[in-house]
Structure formats: C-alpha cells, structure tokens
C-alpha cells in the first residue's frame, strides 16, 4: 500500500514539474521583442514532455464556443419532446372550442298551456323520435291546439296537440288530400283504408306558423278531427284559400311517450 501511495505522489510531482517547465517557456517567448506568428513559425519542435502538457491543459480549458452553443440550442430529443407534450393540450384546446361553437336550433317560442313546445323532442316507446322544428298554432281568442312537424324524423311526421287537460296527442302521417275531401266543408264522416271515421269537432280558427318547415294554410283555417272505433285518428285542415291538409295516425296516452324539452341534456 505504501509503495502505490509513493508511486502516486511521484506521478503528480513529475507531472506538475513538465506542466511548469512548459509555462515557463511560453512567458519567456511572449517577453522576447518582435516575437510574431513568422518567429512562432521559425521556432524548433516542441519536447514530447511538453506536447503532453499543453495537450493535457488544454484540456481542462473549456472552448468558450462549445459551451454557449450546447447551451443555447436544443437537443433534437429535447425538441421533439417538447413537441409531442404540447400536442395534447393543443388538440385539447381545440375540441374545447368546436364545443363552444352554437348550435342551431328552433327557436322556442313559450306556449303555454300544452304538454309539449316548439324545440322539444318526442320519444315514443316504440324508439320512434320526433323533434318538434315547426308547427301550427291554432288560435281561438287563445291557442287550442297546434299541429308540429318533425322533418327530421325517419319519415314525414306530424304531431297534433291540444290545450290542457289534453295530454294525450296525434302521431300522423300525412295523407293525400283529395282521398278525404273532394270538395265542399269537411263531411261528417270519412273511409279511409278500409276504416271508418266519424268526426267529433269542427273548428274554425286562425292559424300561425311557428319554427321552421310549418305548412302554410292561410290566414284562415277549418279544422276537422276525425275519431276510429279504436286508436286510428285522421285530421283535416282545410284553408280559406282552398288549400287542404290532411293526417292520419294513432293518439297516444301520455304514458305511451316521452317529452324531452328543448335544452335538456339527452345522454
């Protein structure tokens, strides 16, 4: 143990003394009057010992170069890094956005009195689904009934509903007109299909068109409801400009369907 302590300690002395020599001779150049880069040039080859010194001072000197530029510019790891962990929370932003965009629905106008408004959605058991866009409003001194349609629905639709008590509502189709009315005011009773139909009220009213898609009937209107034996129902809505509408469909009890109202959260 000794003898590599001693060796260790005779190592560095030797080492310190090359490393002072070669100090020693670069002062002593540098002093020397007119010592340029042609007498630097002129000058004999260096001592091994002092090549090995230089080299190993200059090596502990950092370049001042290396060190800012390592620095300042980033690692390609580093960057794509960087890159990859702002990409969720951009993509993010984003969706949070395309959230925030409106929606376009129909407006809701309040109609009060009626089991369901304009905008709501109309969920039968069945699974069929109407969203009430547009509509009707049938008016005496006040509203009494209104007939919606649902042009977004699998197939052409309409949804006929009156003033409270009433809950239950019409769920129509609509019919070719001239196989009810030929001509002339609403009959007291209709075939179609093969089932027979008696009407049970007659109404002259006002209408007024609401949403999108409503039928235009004029500014006056003869609304007929039809009743089956069973659940059928037809409607006829005949304008004094002659114009004729005409439904046929089932009337639901309240407890065969669903009213999801307009802004309710559906998921």
Not at 86 to 95: C, D, F, S
Not at 159 to 166: F, G, I, K
Not at 231 to 256: C, D, H, I, P, T
Request: net charge negative.
């Amino acid at each position: 143990m000794s003898l590599i302590l001693a060796g260790l300690v005779l190592a560095g002395t030797s080492g310190a003394l090359v490393v002072g020599r070669w100090w020693a001779k670069r002062r002593g150049e540098a002093d020397k009057p007119g010592a340029d880069e042609g007498g630097r040039k002129d000058a004999p080859a260096e001592d091994p010992d002092e090549a090995r010194a230089r080299a190993e001072v200059e090596a502990e000197v950092p370049r001042p170069s290396d060190d800012a530029s390592s620095s300042n510019t980033p690692a390609p790891d580093a960057a794509a890094s960087a890159t990859a962990a702002t990409a969720p929370a951009t993509r993010a932003a984003e969706a949070a956005k395309r959230r925030a965009r409106p929606v376009t629905a129909a407006p809701r106008v309040p109609l009060d009195g009626f089991v369901c408004q304009l905008g709501d959605v109309l969920i039968r058991l069945t699974g069929e689904e109407a969203w009430l866009a547009g509509g009707v409003v049938l008016s005496e001194e006040v509203p009494v009934a209104i007939l919606f349609v649902a042009p977004d629905a699998d197939r052409d639709c309409a949804v006929y509903v009156r003033a409270r008590p009433r809950e239950t509502l019409f769920w129509l189709e609509p019919l070719d007109p001239s196989a009810i009315l030929v001509g002339g005011e609403p009959p007291s009773s209709v075939e179609h299909g093969g089932v027979r139909f008696d009407r049970e009220r007659r109404l002259p009213l006002r209408p007024r068109r609401i949403g999108v898609g409503a039928p235009d009937v004029g500014d006056a209107v003869v609304v007929a409801e039809y009743a089956s034996a069973g659940a059928e129902r037809l409607l006829l809505l005949k304008a004094n400009s002659g114009v004729v509408r005409a439904y046929r469909g089932l009337e639901l009890e309240r407890s065969s369907y669903e009213v999801i109202a307009s802004g309710d959260a559906t998921l």
